[in-house]
């Protein structure tokens, strides 16, 4: 084994140990990333999600996740947040429909969602990863 190697695996075993690594994963994913509660609570944003929202990381905990949704759709999301529960598997969100994130300033940005559900002794949460559509 390299030096190189040793200190990777080194520091791959550090991570580990301290419970660092889902952290680092979670921060430095390219992808904006949410942990959304059962309740539809944002319990936890990372940067990525910060800059594609315009929201601080800070002001995404504890949104309401609605809140990040163009108006015209917003009022039946309770009901779709209720249907994934009953049924909570890993999934694209809105299959062939055009998905738009609503920003903090109010503009609509074209987006792709993933759905990956988590159970907990706190309850069931919800891992939304979303990716900014390319423009065409």
């Given amino acids: 084994m390299t ?26 994913s390219p992808d904006a990333t949410m942990i959304v509660a059962e309740t539809g609570i944002i319990a936890r944003a990372n940067r990525q999600a910060a800059l594609l929202t315009m929201y601080p990381a800070s002001e995404l905990r504890g949104l309401l996740v609605d809140e990040l949704l163009p108006e015209a759709v917003r009022g039946n999301h309770p009901a779709h ?17 055009a998905l738009h994130l609503r920003r903090r300033n109010g503009s609509e940005v074209p987006v792709d969602i993933n759905l990956s559900p988590v ?13 900014k559509k390319a423009a065409a």
């Fill in 3 to 28: 030096g190189l190697e040793h200190t990777a695996r080194g520091l791959g075993e550090e991570l580990q140990l301290s419970g660092d690594l889902a952290t680092v994963l979670f921060e430095h």
């Fill in 81 to 97: 947040r209720a249907r994934f529960l009953e049924d909570a598997r890993v999934r694209p969100m809105g299959t062939g429909m």
């Fill in 119 to 131: 159970m907990l002794v706190q309850g069931t949460f919800v891992i939304v990863t979303v990716r």
